[in-house]
């Protein structure tokens, strides 16, 4: 029986859906990260349970084959890239393989119905939105970078290989300002000052909105702040402040206000132009969501009749790419300022079938049921979380012809999909895409159709 701080050797032999390497000691699985399938280690024992234990790297004895050196001087701690120690092909495989055993595991489905994964054109660079946190070490020196993994210890780094140069830039011009001013930045003890650097991009036009997200109500911000990003950066066409006085994980709170410029970006989505508000959500690699979109649309089928239903819309982005394809669109999303921008999106593209209801989506869906509206197609595209049974039910009576999923958790997405087989639903089709390389998240699309 192993104790903490033994030492063992281990071959790696699998992934688990975040990435970490899996070997075996007898009966004992292990978790360690940053290992490669392939790959004999020695391992650190962390932490021993009844049927499984944690390790770290001691010592690579011999390493896989898909081992590349990484190229990120703290891609180990960081929570964000668990993949930058192995090629791309193997990362692909890996994400195609964490589909597969979701949907055959947990969905009792085929493995057969996953289609090969759709690689992403730029694998670095590629995200359109970066929440930096910014806060003070123990020592009461600012830092700011990402959280360590599986922690909210603010590591040091201003510089990540995911991020587009103008937000690297910014960002490090953005902590020489602050590093020099601790009593501008929050903490849990005084509960004021700036929380988080949310930076967004969009790529078609180049234009940046700078969000600063801060602790208390009444925060004013500092002029000379905004001044040396406007005059430096002209790209920079929105400065927005948002005020998050919260104890809480999650990043931005209700209030926000506009300091320079626009209250959004508008970026070119799939030949639309999409506005896009802070708290909006929009798919942060633009290029690849164009072929993620292009897949959901073969999915629909649509031939230009079709009465299409689009559930958890964002700003529309999905349904108003399909919408000259189809006779009527319905699109429901939760966040008001979301379906603000998606009714603006539908008038600016000269979309005029389109209609967006903002409410929960199994609410809305039951209520849309109930006054008998009856789709053709219906796409879902929920949080991870997936989707309710209530609304699984609900799509299930309004008994559309297909079903697109698009999901960005293949463990609930499985899970959903046994119960719409339940309901007469099967699938036909599934295509992991990768639109977060170097991450352990993929996402996958579903073509789902009634069996008659
Ligand atoms: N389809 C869009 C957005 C997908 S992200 C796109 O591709 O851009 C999921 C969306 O679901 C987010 O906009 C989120 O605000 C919204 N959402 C989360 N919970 C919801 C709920 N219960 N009902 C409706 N929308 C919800």
Redesign the pocket.
Known sequence: MFKKNDLTELEITALTSDGDGVGRAGELVFFVPNTAVGDTVNTRVLKVKKNVAYGRVEEIVAPSRDRIDPDCPVSNSCGGCVYRHISYEAELRAKRQKVIDAVTRIGKLSADLVKDIIPSENIEGYRNKAMIPVGLNRSGEVVMGFYARHSHNIMHCINCRLSPDIFNDIAADFYDFISCRPELVYSSTNRRGIRHLYLRYAESSGDVMVCIVAGEKNFKGDKELYNSVIEKYPTVKSIIVNINPDETNVILGKKTYTVYGSDHITDNLCGLNFDISPQ????VNRRQ?ERLYGIAADYAALSGNEFLM??????G??GLSMADKCRELIG????PE?VENAKKNAARNGVSNARFIC????FAADKLRAEGVRPDVIVV???RKGLTPELIDTIAQMSPERIVY?SCDPATLARDLALFADKNYSVKEITPVDMFPRTAHVEAVVMMSRKD
């Open positions: 909006a959500f929009y798919q969501a689009d559930l958890y819309c964002g700003t982005t999905i429901v999303e939760i966040i979301a409410g929960d989506a199994a595209d929920p949080p698009v």
